[in-house]
């Protein structure tokens, strides 16, 4: 089913996806995803804050459902499975299990939230942070892209009112249970299909280094205010501190001004994603780079523990052969972290990432590990709706 | 004079310019060119690598003559004196001499260089150095801006034939003598006026650090092959070895691949300005900071020793009261040391510079500096076309 779109976005040089969230690409894969619940006569909408929603049944009138899903937009030169195969897997599930006759005791809907990666705007899970009123509607409608193009701008573009973001109860209340499918991101997971334990508590940060804008080759050394010294010094502590406290940290995206070859620049701004298995140890790492710069904390997500009920029923329903799942922490961020969050019982499913490559043109999930992805989420669905074939 | 062109390609958020070749801006500074000539008198035309001429006198009848003038593009967030001096001063010093009945016994001409900073396509001095055969042609034609647009396609869509680059030897022949006025962009100077003894031999390279794209929060530490880092490390080295060989170096560009907050880069490209009294030291700089990365040099340009005979007239010539101008060497490139390097006959005026800011919004001269710049100026001219009032 990733066969239908895996030309949307894909840069043909490199293999990787560009997906930002409202692009030309974002629409192609909100036009799939709604042609996708059409055919299978679900009904489908966007909410106020541009989530997709696909619902079997109805929940305004038989109480909330079970969501499962994930995401369609990607990092830059991302990969093909990172999101899309959650989406995939959910229609993929629920065409298994109608297949079978299955008739779920309560709806069942597959959701795609907007602007998981936070690529264009630099905030991520913009949709879900929206929805559960995490991130404050006003400050979502001035987030700006690199074309300086707000986010108000950019949905009065496509059509959409910026007036309707925000927290959003009704939605929320038909959330009964959310379960998300996502490709593994690192190598931890040995079989087919895992269940997440916890997600690691991350965030990014702005580092604005400030300095003299000035003439590269007629200006002494001594008489120099240079920020990209600083900042060099700033990603070498950063891996020395990571090391230290047994975290994650990377500078991942630099702008320069004024960014001439022939000038010291007056301002190198970069941004550090900083996450680890503990809060205190994350936090000292950003605290140690802090002196003397000024930091912006763009996002922070506190670590998720995921409902360990659910979390082993989920496990139990997902294994093969009578064995759970395996269970694992993850340190990448998702919606399903924000969910949980904001109370809603909630679940992670894991198809195993044979290289651990994500975030990259190279992300690759084995197709037989897919299936199995598929089958488990079917299983869970089944078991969580609690009917009978 | 400036004042007419003080809102061009202006932000008027930082008073910064940006002035790239070929941009709106440009073709606006270059009608203000033409106007300039047209409203002397002067013959203007544009030659074959887009530089602008304005000929008081005919040089095809009466031998080579005497050029004066610099540039019209900036840097980006450039400042208002760095090349538009030159060209203004030129057609003030004329004004002078006019206005005192001066009739010189060759040909004078103002002089506008195409892309002096290249700040669009990378290599500076673009338009001096097709004039004299020191840029190959094809090389130039396929020079690609931040957008990806090469100068050809740049040139066509300006109606502009780039069949035509290359060297000129026709209009080469009609320079006798180069005369170039340019704010100084160091503190060095202490009179209103000085003189240029030598350019120190500079360059631009560019360093490929290639590494693998990958997540940023799930990748292990020891599995990451991160290019931040070793560009981190290069940024420090250059530095230290500046400090050590006694020359300049500045990173004060960089690109990075995805770019993404959240994942590894893949590549950061980021250029290397060198420079310094001797070639050997700069040489060994980069070939220093050259181990285990891509480098590129993307331009070089030997030392220039201004022609000693000549200097010393302009410098008696621009002096005051008896006192020749001071002679000083310079860190900066220009036209005027491409012309030198083909073997034109050259000298450079400097007008102070209180602050040494450059390639900075903050760039400045005192007008009355400017003043002396333009009879400096004027009185070289009338020296060296040996005419009487």
Not at 147 to 154: A, I, K, P, Y
Not at 251 to 267: D, H, M, Q, T, Y
Not at 294 to 318: G, I, K, M, N
């Amino acid at each position: 089913m990733l066969a239908d779109i895996e030309q949307i976005g894909r840069n043909p040089r490199t293999g990787g996806y560009r997906r930002d969230a409202w692009s030309p690409a974002d629409m192609q894969l909100r036009e799939w995803f709604t042609h996708q619940a059409v055919t299978r006569g679900l009904t489908s909408h966007e909410d106020r804050n541009g989530n997709l929603w696909a619902w079997w049944g109805d929940p305004a009138a038989d109480g909330p459902g079970l969501v499962t899903g994930s995401h369609l937009d990607s990092v830059r030169e991302g990969g093909a499975f990172d999101g899309p195969l959650g989406v995939a897997s959910a229609f993929q599930a629920i065409d298994l299990l109608r297949g079978d006759g299955f008739r779920p005791d309560r709806p069942i809907a597959v959701a795609c939230f907007t602007d998981e990666e936070g690529a264009r705007f630099g905030v991520p899970c913009i949709g879900s942070r929206l929805l559960t009123g995490v991130l404050d509607p006003s400050r979502a409608r001035g987030l700006a892209d690199d074309e300086g193009l707000c986010l108000d701008e950019v949905l009065r573009g496509q059509g959409r009112d910026p007036g309707g973001l925000g927290r959003d109860d009704e939605t929320l209340a038909h959330i009964g249970v959310f379960v998300e499918l996502h490709v593994e991101q690192g190598r931890a997971l040995q079989a087919p299909v895992g269940v997440a334990s916890a997600i690691w508590p991350h965030g990014r940060w702005r580092f604005d280094f400030r300095g003299t804008a000035d003439h590269a080759g007629t200006t002494a050394l001594e008489d120099r205010d240079d920020p990209m010294l600083a900042y060099a010094r700033a990603v070498l502590a950063a891996r020395l501190q990571a090391e230290t406290h047994g975290v994650r940290a990377t500078f991942g995206k630099v702008r320069v001004e004024p960014g001439n070859a022939n000038a010291i620049p007056s301002l190198v701004t970069a941004w550090l994603d900083a996450r680890g298995p503990e809060t205190a140890a994350v936090r000292r790492l950003v605290e140690e780079l802090s002196h003397g710069v000024e930091v912006t904390e763009e996002s922070w997500t506190p670590e998720v523990v995921f409902d360990d009920v659910l979390r082993l029923r989920v496990a139990c329903a997902a294994g093969f052969d009578g064995h759970p799942a395996p269970i694992l922490p993850t340190a990448a961020g998702h919606d399903a972290g924000i969910l949980a969050s904001a109370g809603v019982p909630t679940a992670m499913l894991f198809v195993r990432n044979p290289t651990g490559v994500s975030h990259a043109p190279g992300e690759f999930a084995e197709p037989a590990d897919c299936v199995s992805g598929v089958v488990a989420l079917a299983a869970v669905l089944a078991d969580l709706t609690g009917g009978g074939a």
